[in-house]
């Protein structure tokens, strides 16, 4: 019984009586989610739902508490690579899909995206249920493909349709005032779309309709606000390195990169919003500016600050992993495979533009693979590095790096 109360207030559900309490454990949302590599989500409610099918009262009882602690929002679009796209690059968990997703009818919101101005009369609609705690993560999904395609939304509409679908026959259908905010509101994320109608059974309460659509007329953030940020964030982050607190500074760096439109998910990184930066900056103290190249700059930082921290950590596999992440991409860039062997001077570019951190990604990665052994692989790094960072005090430390990753014979 201890651990069932414990368990209760953990999730903040159902103190009433015990069969209520015992239900809300069964049913609760992160009961039945399983947590994947990389932040990815799945549910598994098959488990739970045979309570189901235990006697007709169970069920009654069973039934309400499932679906007050879950609710479903119901996904309609001609395009199938949709599906495919949220849940890769948004990560977003799929609860039902494919042909039971159709006949699927407890939802509370229909969420119906299409193209009114192209002709997609012989497309099949593609039909997908998602847990309204996954409503954020669809739409910073399409917020941030937008970004990367803005010609995208203008050319799309979308309906958001309330649905009420447990009210008896001759009762006023109706869905609670925190439940519509719930549902709907996340919706502002999606901005320049062509059309948006709101509607459904029951209507949309006027207040929220009008705070949504107040939202959604917000204009993005600047590039140069973004930029601005990430900057702002990045110097947080190193001061919580300096003072010793690495997992904070990493923490402080996620932000960051999610300010200039890069997720980070475990090893999983997506870069959204290269046409959004493609642009030359105007607004101090960026005028004149490339912004695509002071985001570039503020990346190899962060990857550099980012592998300080793991080592500080001795999170050497990490580490590595980061570093070498984006010196491939470097290499790739110049039209070099990988595992090419490569002479230090023509790998390194001293006119990069961040020529020095770029050094440091180089040592730091060279001092992860020395602690893990792999000292010629080390010293390969640290010749680079070397071309890099020309200062005496520099080369010092990177020629006793060199001598520590010698062969021996």
């Known amino acids: 019984m201890?651990?069932?109360?414990?368990?209760?207030?953990?999730?903040?559900?159902?103190e009433g009586r015990t069969r209520d309490q015992i239900y809300s454990l069964i049913f609760h949302p992160e009961a039945n989610r399983r947590y994947e590599p990389?932040?990815?989500?799945?549910?598994?409610?098959?488990a739970a739902l045979v309570l189901f099918k235990l006697n007709r009262q169970i069920y009654r009882e069973?039934?309400?508490?499932?679906?007050?602690?879950?609710?479903?929002?119901?996904?309609?679009?001609?395009?199938?690579?949709?599906?495919?796209?949220?849940?890769?690059?948004?990560?977003?968990?799929?609860?039902?899909?494919?042909?039971?997703?159709?006949?699927?009818?407890?939802?509370?919101?229909?969420?119906?995206?299409?193209?009114?101005?192209?002709?997609?009369?012989d497309m099949d609609t593609e039909c997908f249920i998602i847990h309204v705690d996954d409503v954020p993560k669809f739409t910073k999904s399409w917020f941030l493909a937008d970004l990367s395609h803005p010609t995208l939304n203008p050319n799309l509409r979308l309906n958001l349709r309330l649905h009420d679908p447990f009210s008896v026959q001759g009762e006023e259908r109706h869905i609670p005032w925190q439940l519509q905010r719930r549902v709907l509101l996340p919706w502002a994320e999606v901005k320049n779309l062509g059309q948006m109608t709101l509607g459904g059974s029951p209507e949309p309460d006027s207040k929220i309709a009008s705070e949504l659509k107040a939202k959604l007329a917000e204009p993005l953030p600047?590039?140069?606000?973004?930029?601005?940020?990430?900057?702002?964030?990045?110097?947080?982050?190193?001061?919580?390195?300096?003072?010793?607190?690495?997992?904070?500074?990493?923490?402080?760096?996620?932000?960051?990169?999610?300010?200039?439109?890069?997720?980070?998910?475990?090893?999983?990184?997506?870069?959204?919003?290269?046409?959004?930066?493609?642009?030359?900056?105007k607004e101090p103290p960026y005028q004149?500016?490339?912004?695509?190249?002071?985001?570039?700059?503020?990346?190899?930082?962060?990857?550099?600050?980012?592998?300080?921290?793991?080592?500080?950590?001795?999170?050497?596999?990490?580490?590595?992993?980061?570093?070498?992440?984006?010196?491939?991409?470097?290499?790739?860039?110049?039209?070099?495979?990988?595992?090419?062997?490569?002479?230090?001077?023509?790998?390194?570019?001293?006119?990069?533009?961040?020529?020095?951190?770029?050094?440091k990604v180089y040592w730091r990665t060279a001092l992860a693979l020395k602690a893990k052994d792999e000292k010629s692989e080390a010293r390969r790094l640290a010749k680079v590095a070397m071309v890099y960072l020309p200062s005496a005090g520099d080369q010092r430390a990177l020629e006793q790096l060199l001598r520590e990753c010698m062969l021996r014979i």
Not at 67 to 78: A, G, H, K, M, Q
Not at 266 to 278: E, I, L, N, P, Y
Not at 326 to 352: C, H, K, S, V, W
Request: hydrophobic share 40%.
């Open 62 to 121: 069973a039934h309400k508490v499932f679906y007050d602690l879950n609710i479903f929002v119901r996904i309609e679009t001609p395009w199938p690579q949709s599906k495919e796209h949220v849940m890769a690059e948004g990560h977003v968990p799929i609860v039902v899909q494919d042909g039971l997703a159709k006949k699927f009818k407890n939802y509370r919101l229909n969420c119906c995206i299409d193209a009114p101005q192209y002709e997609l009369l």
């Open 288 to 359: 004149g500016k490339f912004g695509q190249a002071e985001r570039l700059v503020l990346r190899v930082q962060l990857v550099a600050n980012t592998c300080l921290a793991l080592l500080k950590l001795e999170e050497f596999d990490d580490c590595i992993f980061w570093g070498m992440r984006t010196i491939n991409t470097l290499r790739i860039g110049m039209g070099f495979e990988p595992d090419m062997d490569i002479e230090p001077e023509r790998e390194a570019i001293p006119g990069f533009p961040a020529a020095m951190e770029m050094g």
């Open 38 to 46: 990389d932040e990815y989500v799945t549910y598994h409610y098959s």
């Open 2 to 14: 201890v651990c069932l109360v414990n368990k209760t207030k953990e999730y903040g559900q159902y």
């Open 222 to 281: 600047s590039p140069e606000h973004c930029i601005g940020e990430c900057a702002r964030l990045k110097r947080e982050g190193n001061a919580e390195l300096q003072a010793g607190r690495y997992r904070s500074a990493l923490a402080i760096y996620k932000q960051a990169w999610e300010a200039i439109y890069i997720m980070l998910y475990g090893r999983t990184r997506h870069v959204h919003g290269d046409a959004f930066f493609d642009v030359r900056l």
